[in-house]
């Protein structure tokens, strides 16, 4: 023998209530995404440095200051191994040609993101000889834990 499982009628009202309003929610959510055009990101944002007349390495703007441009991509940065003289104060610019990817450097101020379509800028002096890793610290892809560049103070 079948039995029907029993719900009051409240309980039955309650349920209705929040279908009708889950609806209401999911169909407000929709008309709202398509009379705002939202979609996801396409990566469709990128911006050509070299059409700027920028190209990625190293420029001297005076006696211990450059600038460096960078571009990040899967899974590399160029320029790859940067030269700099001890004592010179460097500002970077990073963009991305892809995805977002990190740009940080160890043991200094130099924490940034590399964005698709923007330019990030830090500055930092360079007082001792040494070698510093460049990481990508934003999980970019499967190659992410192999990008990575170096700068040589010398
Ligand atoms: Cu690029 Cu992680």
Redesign the pocket.
């Known amino acids: 023998m079948q039995q029907r499982l029993h719900i009051s009628r409240y309980e039955r009202i309650f349920l209705k209530l929040g279908i009708v309003i889950l609806l209401v929610w999911l169909l407000a959510l929709a008309v709202d995404a398509v009379a705002e055009n939202v979609n996801p990101p396409t990566g469709s944002q990128t911006l050509d440095m070299t059409q700027y007349g920028i190209q990625p390495g190293l420029n001297q703007t005076g006696p211990n200051t450059y600038d460096a441009y960078y571009v990040?991509r899967?899974?590399s940065f160029e320029p790859d191994d940067l030269k700099i003289p001890v004592g010179s104060t460097v500002t970077f610019y990073v963009t991305s040609a892809d995805v977002v990817?990190?740009f940080f450097v160890p043991y200094t101020n130099i924490n940034m993101m590399a964005v698709p379509g923007l330019v990030n800028h830090m500055t930092h002096r360079f007082t001792k000889k040494a070698t510093y890793l460049l990481l990508?610290?934003?999980?970019?892809?499967i190659g992410?834990q192999d990008?990575f560049a170096k700068i040589e103070v010398q």
């Not at 990508?136 to 892809?141: D, I, Q, R, V, W």
């Open positions: 990040a899967v899974f990817h990190g990508c610290h934003e999980y970019c892809g992410h990008m």
